[in-house]
């Protein structure tokens, strides 16, 4: 199963019993910047989880809607949270970031198009950061998710900025270079 997916779950349903539309739902409205779990594969992991024992469901109906499984954590579910929890803070997991191939092959292009291209890149990034920046205030501990994020984008910003020089600086010596060899 997959643990940091798992360890949301888990934690959610720590704080309140929910349905999996609602979970999902929370998800999306709260933690979508630092989670990427789609509807159908909540569904799956709850469904690992409830074969685990680490949650139990019951059906329940509301009126004329279809019945609906309320999600609770178990005894079993909580230790898996606590497993859980530790094991996340305590390490470190190295990141590959997606876009970085292309960089190995950046000489490939002329370097005006490749400064064209990363300068899409950067407002990318820069309309990501604005977001964030943007989104209100969690409670607790979960604002540091928040935190992590901009100071990341705000870092690669930097970052991005730095290769964008570089590129354009070794434009200008090529293009100069190329002149003075040319001159008689």
Known sequence: M???????LLGILRRQDMHGYRLHEFIDTNLAVCADLKKATAYFLLDKMAAE????????????RPPRRVYRITPAGEQAFQRLIR????TYASMRFPGDVGLAFLDDLKPTEAVHLLRQRRAAMLDALTALQSAPEHAGTAQLIIEHQRRHLAAELDWLD?????????????RSSGRRASSP
């Open 162 to 174: 730095e290769v964008i020089a570089r590129v354009e600086a070794k434009s200008r010596k090529t």
């Open 53 to 64: 024992g680490w949650v139990s469901y019951e059906q329940v109906q509301e009126g004329n």
């Open 2 to 8: 997959e643990d940091e997916r798992a360890l949301l």
């Open 87 to 90: 094991a996340n803070l305590a």
